[in-house]
DNA sequence: TCGGATTACGTGCACCGTAATGATC
DNA sequence: GATCATTACGGTGCACGTAATCCGA
């Protein structure tokens, strides 16, 4: 058995080609390095080296034994950061949410239940929500409707209904409510990272046209400093949301408004089950 | 970067369960190997064990881990056994010969010139012997004809005549030759290991008995001790080879007489060209 | 009381760095 | 003189063993 250490100063000795220069990679001294090449030799039993010249140059079986090296290296640090890996996905948990309101909202509540995990969350609908929860990928899902399959289990959590957020000189500002048909021809101001509602606009809006922005902070500026109407949802304007100069009227639309769910893979029911009981509690208290 | 030797402790671990037994298969202390694991857990930043009732257990990820560090230590293993084959290669001949007579004739040769190396040889002969020549499985061949190929390179070597040896009341042992038809109904001693003449005595003396003997000794005692024929060959009767109570005929055949070439893979004639011109001049020398 | 894990403590060796030497360009 | 490998020498960190302790069956 060879200790990595000396592997790792062979392969770096192939790769630079002169102990002075390998040493000094290596943050070694130069007669350290020389010396553990006389050791690996010796371990192995065998020549590694041709020494001429006060040269010191790899021969066929040093090559041969470099590139080993080099490849139990990269096993080595394999070894590692899968171990690594594997410890954090069991102190992890991943949700796939179809929108961004309803995640953020279930937020503290995670947090309740697991506060020793890492919690993250990735914007993610449809066909690869539902096999990433199946593959595990996902540990536990926000879907907008109450799909059938015997892998998931699924409850019920919230709804969420879509509001325009218009200036109050806009032409639709004295509306008691809108329809899809009313917005054509309109620029919206769009946030980019709002999940499904994003296919929601782009199907049911397609004479809309929609100035989309990446960034959350230029999206809020433009909100607050121009006449661009946008979207708003009653998750927010229920709170004691305000915003000076615009008024908020209401889609009146049945894809306007979805009910979401949450879901986990069926096996996982009983791990999340305190958790998918605080949910449905605070749900319903509100 | 783990090194091999705590890979290998934990491995131990894994495979015994317990540190007292682990520590005591891999002739360390019982301290030693608690420290060692703690010191893995401490250089992957991760919880390996549950520490329950001052029992030591593997979690989830130390089990994954263990798996891993066994893998790293074959692989290890693996890496040595490698280079050490790939070194000895490098320093030894492997000979294909299709008959040990002239094997053993060419083995002086051999020794002058590549008195370093490790001289190994094996009887093959056939399609065999003309793929091991290709592929580097042999380094040089004896071949027993002049194959025309382009990837190899062929010398005529040496000669050898088969003879039958019989005690002297036997009922052919006053004719000056015999042919394989002569042999009919006899029971021969055979040696085994005698490369390709074996298939010469199988293919053109069908109808005469061979005692096979695998042991060189026991062949040996039972030419000496008793009354049944055996084969020799001119190569050793040339000699002073003498055999108490028995007399040597020569076989009047063409298929008793072959001429051996030896042989080598083309890319390697400049390698081998001192030693190929060796076997020339003290065969014709003889 | 025994078997098994951990803690405490002292030790030796293996690996290291500095310095000097040898050798080639 | 510059660069590079090797040898010599002295230091030190680290993994080890022994001994003691703790804990549960």
Redesign the interface.
Known sequence: ?????L??QLAAFARYGTLSKAAEELLISQPALSRSMKKIEED????LFIRENKKLLLN??GK??AQ??QS??D???E??S???A??RS?HSIHIGACAPQPMAELMPILQDHFGDMTISSELVYGEKLIKGLKSGAYHLGILREAIDDKELFIQRYMSESLFICVPEGHRLAKRESVKFADLSGERFLLYQHIGFWKSVCEDYMQDTTFLIQPDRDTFADLVANTDYPAFASDRIVSGDYRMEGRVLIPIDEEKARYTFYIACPIEDKRKYAAFFNSVRSEVIGR
Not at 1 to 5: A, D, G, P, V
Not at 44 to 47: D, F, H, Q
Request: no cysteine; glycine share 4%; net charge negative.
């Open positions: 058995m060879i200790e990595i250490y592997l790792e192995l039993g065998v020549k066929e079986t041969l034994a080993l090296a139990q290296i096993q080595n640090k070894l590692v899968r171990v690594i594997f410890d069991l």
